[in-house]
């Protein structure tokens, strides 16, 4: 006979083990780049580069109010691994501009400090609702990473010694305003232009980003400095690349000139003569007037004036610096509208590009 609680006991419901279910979103393993990611100037077909300038041009020009609507409240990540003026303000801004959320993580204040991966704080901001990261890190190759383990659009706002794409971009948006070349984009719109990247060529993805781009609509790409910034393997980087050692010889030919900061950071060990290096690579008054003075002269930045440019010309009538740096926003408008699938169809009408001052074919 069952005692009283041996019979509760045995009519009670029998209770199968609960189910967990395993295919929620953040157990994806992604592997595959998101197509709204831009990792390396090499994957921008001509009309890719056609179809973001065009649409710069048309966010630029569309009233703000408009244009704050088109990623109303979209989350947007920067995730900042190395410091940064230009890149990071015009990322945020271009965000903003069309409406998004963004957040700033950067490794200082960040649990990147305490050693997290970029795969975990990659994950952990999907996990948070970003739906795109723009990424900047020291390690050459980060945002493949972070695309394949993410699965997001990621942009690469440069890695390492590797790429800088979307600034190669905006220096291409810059290019175009002032010569005088048909609007549309195609492999011959820069033929017959020659662009001199002067400087520390060996640590500069913004030289490699230009690299890979411009010579694919029609330019030629001269590089120049001294061997332990540039080695001689650099002109293999693709057709239309030349080294001359010769900045006077290299200014002479050129229409366009983009000088470099030498990357103190990254030169581990490296001893440069800076005396040296100024009197034979310096963009100097005297150098510019005498062998490119209808040359348009561009730079990246950050600059070091007295180094590899003086103030006279990264000021002076033929300088675009401040051009290229306003030209961030409206590429990068266009790279997060093509992120997240905003809708980017634009107007089929040639891109209209006015003439502005400074260099002439
Ligand atoms: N050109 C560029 O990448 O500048 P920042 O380092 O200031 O972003």
């Known amino acids: 006979m069952p005692t009283k609680t041996q019979h509760r006991k045995s009519q009670a419901p029998r209770l199968e083990p609960k189910t967990i279910s395993l295919s929620h979103p953040d157990s994806l393993h992604p592997n595959s780049i998101h197509p709204g990611s831009l990792l390396s100037a090499a994957d921008l077909s001509i009309d890719k580069v056609e179809s973001i300038l065009r649409l710069a041009d048309v966010l630029e020009k569309e009233d703000a109010l408009r244009r704050d609507k088109r990623l109303f409240k979209r989350r947007v990540s920067l995730l900042f691994y190395e410091s940064s003026t230009r890149t990071r303000t015009s990322f945020e801004l271009a965000a903003k501009a069309l409406g998004a959320d963004t957040s700033l993580v950067s490794a200082q204040s960040s649990s990147i400090e305490k050693g ?31 695309a394949e383990t993410t699965g997001l659009p990621i942009l690469n706002a440069g890695d390492g010694m590797h790429e800088h794409p979307s600034q190669a971009l905006l220096d291409l948006r810059t290019i175009l305003a002032h010569l005088e070349i048909g609007a549309k984009i195609t492999e011959t719109t820069l033929k017959g ?30 590089f120049c400095g001294p061997t332990p910034l540039l080695p ?22 050129s229409q366009i000139v983009m000088m470099l900061r030498i990357q103190a950071e990254r030169l581990a060990g490296l001893a440069l003569d800076l005396e040296e290096y100024k009197a034979r690579y310096q963009a100097n008054v005297d150098r510019v007037a005498a062998y490119a003075p209808k040359a348009l002269v561009m730079h990246p930045g950050p600059m070091i004036r007295g180094l590899e440019i003086t103030s006279e010309v990264a000021d002076g009538r033929q300088s675009a610096i401040a051009e290229q740096v306003r030209n961030g926003v409206a590429i990068r408008m266009a790279l997060i509208m093509r992120a997240l699938g905003g809708d980017t169809k634009v107007s089929t009408k040639s891109r209209s590009v006015s003439p502005k001052k400074g260099a002439s074919r």
């Open 232 to 253: 001689e393997i650099a002109a293999q980087l693709g057709p239309n690349i030349v080294i001359e050692r010769d900045f006077d010889r290299a200014l002479a030919q």
């Open 116 to 146: 997290e991966s970029l795969k975990d704080t990659g994950i952990t901001l999907r996990a948070l609702g970003a739906e795109c990261i723009i990424l900047r890190s020291p390690y050459s190759g980060a945002p493949y990473l972070l």
């Open 193 to 222: 232009v020659t662009v001199t990247i002067c400087g520390d060529i060996f640590h500069s993805r913004v030289a490699r980003s230009n690299a890979l781009l411009l010579p694919r609509l029609g330019a030629r790409v001269v």
